[in-house]
T-cell receptor, first 113, second 116 residues
Framework: GENVEQHPSTLSVQEGDSAVIKCTYS??????FPWYKQELGKRPQLIID?????GEKKDQRIAVTLNKTAKHFSLHITETQPEDSAVYFC????????????FGKGTMLLVSP | EPEVTQTPSHQVTQMGQEVILRCVPI?????FYWYRQILGQKVEFLVS????????KSEIFDDQFSVERPDGSNFTLKIRSTKLEDSAMYFC??????????????FGPGTRLTVT
C-alpha cells in the first residue's frame, strides 16, 4: 500500500521567515495530495491541495509543489506568522475512489514572534 | 459555515465493552469517512462509506468495527469489544463528492476514546 514520509517532525522559525515541509510517497498511482493544518485540540483543516496534472499551486502565503518523477511534494509557507503554529499533515490518495487518504506523521511548526 | 459534528467529545470505556461513536456529517454530503489518530502518531484511514455501503476499508477495520447510517443525518462507528489499543482520537469526515470530482474532506472535532 501507499506510504507517506514527512520531514521534518518539528520546525521552528522566526516570524517572517519561510517554512518548508517535505513529503515523499511510494505509490506512483497516487495523484491527489492535500495538506491539512491541525491546531492544538482542533480538527484537521484542509489548507491546500494539488493534483498530479499540475506542478505547483499557490494560495496567498502558502504554496505546494509536486515532483511526480521523484514522488515528492512540499508545502511552502512564506512570511510566517505566530498563528501559523500548528501541526501540518501531508496526505496522498489515488483512484479509483480517492477516498483513502494516507497521511504523513505530521510536522509541528512553531513560529516565534 | 456548516461543520461535521461528533459526539461524545470524550468516551471512557472498559476493555471488552462496546462503544458507538456518533457523527453528523454536513447535510448535503454523500461520502463519509472514519479515521483514527493514536496519540502522537499519524492520522490513519479506517473506512469510507457511500450510498449506504462501505466503499473502502483499511486493514485496521476488522470484524470488531462496523459503520452504519441509521437515519438521514447520523453516521456511526461501532467497536464491538474494545481493546486497550483502540484508545485513540477518532475523526469522522464527510465530502460532497469523491476526490476524483474534487470533493474536499471536512473533518469533525474528533472523539477521544480511552479504553481502560
Amino acid at each position: 500500500g501507499e506510504n507517506v514520509e514527512q520531514h521534518p517532525s518539528t520546525l521552528s522559525v522566526q516570524e517572517g521567515d519561510s517554512a518548508v515541509i517535505k513529503c515523499t510517497y511510494s505509490d506512483s498511482a497516487s495523484n491527489y495530495f492535500p495538506w491539512y493544518k491541525q491546531e492544538l485540540g482542533k480538527r484537521p483543516q484542509l489548507i491546500i491541495d494539488i493534483r498530479s496534472n499540475v506542478g505547483e499551486k499557490k494560495d496567498q502565503r502558502i504554496a505546494v509543489t509536486l515532483n511526480k518523477t521523484a514522488k515528492h511534494f512540499s508545502l511552502h509557507i512564506t512570511e510566517t506568522q505566530p498563528e501559523d503554529s500548528a501541526v501540518y499533515f501531508c496526505a496522498a490518495s489515488k483512484p479509483p475512489g480517492y477516498s483513502t487518504l494516507t497521511f504523513g506523521k505530521g510536522t509541528m511548526l512553531l513560529v516565534s514572534p | 459555515e456548516p461543520e461535521v459534528t461528533q459526539t461524545p467529545s470524550h468516551q471512557v470505556t472498559q476493555m471488552g465493552q462496546e462503544v458507538i461513536l456518533r457523527c453528523v456529517p454536513i447535510s448535503n454530503h454523500l461520502y463519509f469517512y472514519w479515521y483514527r489518530q493514536i496519540l502522537g502518531q499519524k492520522v490513519e484511514f479506517l473506512v469510507s462509506f457511500y450510498n449506504n455501503e462501505i466503499s473502502e476499508k483499511s486493514e485496521i477495520f476488522d470484524d470488531q468495527f462496523s459503520v452504519e447510517r441509521p437515519d438521514g443525518s447520523n453516521f456511526t462507528l461501532k467497536i464491538r469489544s474494545t481493546k486497550l489499543e483502540d484508545s485513540a482520537m477518532y475523526f469522522c469526515a464527510s465530502s460532497e463528492a469523491d476526490q476524483l470530482q474534487g470533493g474536499e474532506q471536512y473533518f469533525g472535532p474528533g472523539t477521544r476514546l480511552t479504553v481502560t
